[in-house]
């Protein structure tokens, strides 16, 4: 039986991995966002049976708990997936239980502050990611040459010849084996 929780976080999983994770189908690409699934719903709802888990995405408890206990696994070798899990928490607007809890404003305050501490580091660092993805990939000036060429001369005959010749060249060189 659907509740509201899971489609919603079926939903959420198609949109962050773009999986439909009710297709019938052995894929990796699948298998690991059921995981995210099992992991996030066992997560929000710790009450919830295995076997109601498995049986929301067509699948039995062992198989569910087989997934759950190899999610860490999965994570390490495929560190997007501990991505797309914070982007799936995120999106459903996840706050754990003990969140809940009694707890003074002051300690609250004090918890929002450390929040947004690290907010502010993660910023820094996706900053830093993207200035390093904008940097240029390669050192071979030949290559900035090249580029800098085909930009010059789009569109007219020597653009042309710079293409063949370049395509030339690289069937020429990609089978050679050193």
Do not use: C
Not at 146 to 174: C, D, F, H, P, S
């Amino acid at each position: 039986m659907e509740t509201q929780i899971t489609l919603e976080l079926k939903k959420a999983i198609q949109e962050i991995t773009g999986v439909d994770i009710n297709e019938v189908t052995r894929k990796r690409e699948t298998i690991e966002a059921r995981a995210i699934y099992y992991k996030v719903l066992k997560q929000i709802d710790k009450n919830k049976t295995l076997k109601s888990i498995g049986a929301s995405v067509g699948k039995d408890h062992a198989t569910v708990l087989h997934s759950l206990k190899n999610y860490d696994m999965f994570e390490q070798f495929n560190p997007t997936l501990k991505l797309f899990r914070k982007q799936v928490l995120q999106r459903l607007n996840y706050k754990p239980i003990e969140y809940f809890g009694n707890i003074s404003n002051e300690q609250e305050i004090e918890r929002l502050n450390v929040y947004i501490f690290n907010m502010e580091q993660e910023i820094e660092s996706l900053k830093e990611t993207i200035t390093n993805l904008q940097k240029p990939r390669n050192n071979y000036n030949i290559v900035n040459n090249i580029q800098q060429l085909l930009l010059e001369t789009e569109g007219t005959e020597q653009w042309q010849i710079i293409v063949e010749r370049l395509q030339a060249l690289y069937k020429m060189n990609r089978n050679i084996k050193l």
